[in-house]
């Protein structure tokens, strides 16, 4: 969305090849084995955030799973029906490779340990072209921090049905985020005012990121990928200023003050 | 200066049509040029709150779409000759309409009238969206309902990001009409509070319409409330929400529960 860098103003002329790199943040799918409980959570995931996926990139991390070629294209059916489209893969057996399979992806940069359905990375990719020299993914290695980026702040409220997408930092909220609306950010998000929508924090990978938010009655707050919506949270923080960050075991919900 | 208002909720039955007519005859009736347009095409209803059913022969899509004048398809009401009408058709469908043919239409109706209503169809589709298109201001109908208030949150953010105005960096001027107020509900908790709607809405407030039986009378007559020469709460606050929009300043009044002579006396004897 944001993470999209467009260069419309070059100057265009059938004479040029108007080739030029570009680089944009894709979210990493790790389907994990069985698929079917994989796709059920999944599944979960989207009747709380119909729209997560719509109109983003994603790359199929395939290294959990062993599958053959007719398996792999009906996990790509799966995801398809449900607006997930693949745009390449990763990690993927050489055999899962080939005409009308998405390409295999190499090059990612940043990595983290996969925590429930939703991780993202930040690839670079090159527009439209061929994979280039492998950097595996591992587990273990530290987290280069993805830190840096700049800050978004929003001196506004947050209406339903908007959607603020900011991959590349944290995100500030002078204002309400609404029952329905959505606030997406690479980084930290701080709100100062109630928080009714939801809140997905640290997409890009960052698992020190943290929410924050000065009256929660949120519908779903989540950070790498874990999770706690509404109803699994703590009545006693209802309407309290809070602070969520990612522990052992998922979620924190500390009341401030 | 013409004044383009689009009358919009999101969430259908809070108002919007019984607005249009009310603020378009008090505003009407200063002598002020008015005309109301009804955008709600296939399901059109503000010819009958207006009272002009029977008069209808050309409609919004046919000047849209360039087949007549806009002269012919206006609709003078008979009470108030500088109220007009600009209905909408009942046999087509929203697709009918056109952004150009719609803008083409306001920039007519802005030469001739001094204030334009058009009355937004329920929902966030084509209908709805066209309406709001090229308004100068907004007036939010919300009821105080957690349902309407949710959609009137959607519409306003709609509001800062489809209308011209809006794409032009522009500021959209959104001001809130909370209708069908029950005070008695209210009293017993069982409806959002006024300060609740405006909490989470947070645009300022036009006016506090109660819900009230001469407003259904009104519309079903076809007689606006601010023309029928009613006395009641509802006409009056409609009224001060007109002026309020003509940029007068006018003490808010909120609406008060009726009691009657027995609830009175037994109010104070459980006190």
Known sequence: MNAHVSTKDHARSPAMLNLRTHSLIAFVLQPVEPLGEWLATLDGWLARSPNFFAKKPIILDLAAIDISVRDYRDLLGQLARRHIRVMGSEGADPSLVGPHLPPNLTGGVNVTPPEATAEAAAPETPAQEAPRESQTRTAQEPLPAPRGGQALVIDAPVRSGQSIVHLEGDVTIIGRVASGAEIIAGGSVHVYGAVQGRVIAGVSGDRNARIFCTEAHAELLCIGGAYRTAEDMDPRIEGKSVEVRLAEGGLQIRILN | ?271
Not at chain 2, 33 to 49: A, K, M, S, Y
Not at chain 2, 64 to 76: F, T
Not at chain 2, 150 to 160: A, H, K, M, N, V
Not at chain 2, 186 to 202: C, F, K, N, P, Y
């Open chain 2, 1 to 271: 200066m013409s004044k383009v208002v689009v009358v919009t909720s999101g969430k259908g039955g809070v108002g919007k049509t019984t607005t249009t007519a009310s603020l378009g005859a008090a505003l009407a009736k200063t002598g002020q040029r008015v005309c109301v347009v009804d955008f709600d095409v296939g399901l059109r209803n503000l010819d009958l709150v207006m009272g002009a059913e029977r008069r209808v022969v050309y409609d919004l899509i046919n000047v849209a779409q360039g087949d007549i004048k806009l002269s012919q398809a206006l609709i003078r009401d008979k009470r108030i000759d500088t109220l007009n009408l600009l209905a909408a058709s009942q046999t087509r469908d929203k697709d009918a309409l056109t952004e150009a043919g719609v803008e083409r239409v306001i920039g007519e109706l802005r030469g001739a009238f001094d204030w334009i209503f058009c009355d937004s169809p329920a929902g966030i589709e084509r209908g709805a969206t066209l309406a709001m298109r090229f308004a100068d201001e907004a007036v939010v109908v919300t009821n105080p309902e957690v349902s309407s208030v949710r959609d009137s949150d959607r519409i306003i953010g709609l509001l800062d990001s489809k209308t011209l105005r809006a794409e032009q960096g522009q500021r959209m001027e959104k001001q809130l009409l909370l209708t069908r107020f029950d005070p008695s509900r209210a009293t017993r908790g069982e409806m959002l509070h006024v300060d609740d709607v405006l909490d989470i809405l947070s645009i300022p407030l036009l006016g506090i319409i109660p819900e009230s039986e001469d407003i259904l009378r009104a519309s079903n007559l076809g007689a606006p409330i601010t023309l029928n020469g009613s006395t009641s709460e509802a006409a009056r606050s409609y009224e001060h929400a007109a002026r309020r929009l003509a940029g007068e300043t006018v003490p808010m009044l909120f609406p008060s529960e009726k009691k009657s002579f027995l609830n009175r006396i037994l109010g104070r004897r459980a006190a």
